[in-house]
């Protein structure tokens, strides 16, 4: 999903790394918030990444091996979820960063 909006937005496909690192952790980090502002509780922050994340590597997992049966699947989703851990712990870190702001809690109300 992000791979191809990246694409999409760059007109070609970006480093592994700047995906992982950069791209995905801003894009995630102003949903995340943008959602908080709208609930204004600050764990709906959490679970929209966690979603997220899950919607992009069940995106990608069908894409690469939905030709090796469910097994395989179900097996690399987990696999995918684990392997972007590191980006998730800096979307959890710019979101509550972002999210912790004094102005935040003035102008938007995020609890």
């Known amino acids: 999903m992000f791979k191809d909006m990246a694409f999409y937005i760059f007109g070609h496909e970006i480093d592994p790394f700047l995906q992982l690192f950069i791209f995905e952790p801003i894009v995630i980090t102003i949903i995340a ?21 899950i919607i992009d590597n069940a995106i990608d997992v069908n894409f690469l091996f939905g030709d090796q049966g469910i097994g395989t699947i179900l097996g690399q989703n ?18 509550f960063l972002l999210a912790g702001l004094p102005v935040m809690h003035k102008k938007f109300g995020i609890a």
Do not use: G, P
Not at 40 to 49: D, E, F, G, N
Not at 78 to 95: K, P, Q
């Open 78 to 95: 987990v696999a995918f979820f684990f392997s972007n851990t590191f980006s998730m712990f800096y979307e959890f870190v710019f979101s």
């Open 33 to 53: 918030v943008l959602v908080a502002i709208v609930t204004k509780k600050a764990w709906t922050m959490a679970l929209v990444i966690i979603l997220l994340n």
